[in-house]
């Protein structure tokens, strides 16, 4: 693929971060966003000289616009924002926490979408990533699955709405990123084994996982309105 731009919202750490080192290993321009200027420092420091990073938020809808102008004309946009609201039992969410989740996940992921699109190359490609929550049936999902679904629905409509601009999406499962360090890590250790040993590939998924995937996405001109599901099978999983 020749050198082309593109911009990583949430490319601070895990998925994002992981798909910045791919894309540069692979002679490309990357622009990393973050809204923690310590976080985003660290990981710009981390890729070397090729990439470029700059504090966002995407949650400030307001600001996008002129973020994006700042960064100027890009080929390919990817959206790895997550939120971990909405997890729990479903009687008892709130409804302020299923809120909470669509407002960091969907209304993000629509507002940093729609901001890029005047300055994001006409025949290049947008790529979401939402959750296997948005596809299998695992109780105490309900409020995060929806959101995540409501990401992957993204894809279909506007790859034919966008055209010649290409919509993917990816939707990880159990993925060992910083998403899961509010749990102490004895607890974050069983929780992985047991989901690796219900996954068919016997482990959970690591970022440069989902990030091959992304990639791929970017990568085939011929791949639109489709979102993979990355996640070793877990879905299926009894």
């Given at each position: ?46 890729l ?28 390919h ?48 490609s ?31 409509i ?54 091959q ?9 011929f ?16």
């Amino acid at each position: 693929m020749p050198s082309q731009h593109t911009v990583i919202v949430g490319g601070s750490s895990g998925i994002g971060l992981a798909t910045a080192q791919r894309l540069l290993a692979e002679g490309n321009r990357v622009t990393i966003t973050g809204r923690n200027p310590d976080r985003l420092n660290a990981a710009r420091s981390s890729l070397g000289s090729q990439a470029n990073a700059m504090q966002m938020d995407a949650a400030d809808a307001a600001s996008l616009p002129g973020a994006f102008a700042r960064i100027a004309s890009f080929d390919h946009l990817v959206l790895a924002l997550g939120s971990r609201k909405g997890f729990g039992p479903f009687a008892g969410m709130s409804l302020a926490e299923v809120r909470g989740s669509f407002e960091e996940k969907v209304y993000a992921h629509f507002a940093a979408a729609q901001a890029a699109l005047p300055f994001l190359r006409k025949d290049g490609s947008i790529t979401f990533v939402a959750a296997v929550s948005a596809h299998a049936a695992a109780p105490g999902t309900a409020g995060i699955g929806s959101a995540n679904a409501a990401v992957a629905a993204f894809v279909p409509i506007l790859a034919v709405e966008l055209k010649p601009l290409r919509v993917n999406g990816v939707s990880p499962g159990v993925i060992d990123t910083p998403w899961w360090d509010f749990m102490a890590d004895d607890q974050k250790l069983g929780i992985f084994t047991e989901y690796g040993a219900k996954s068919p590939v016997g482990r959970v998924g690591s970022s440069d996982d989902v990030a091959q995937a992304i990639t791929f996405l970017i990568r085939n001109t011929f791949m639109t309105g489709h979102v993979l599901v990355c996640d070793g099978g877990l879905r299926w999983a009894a």
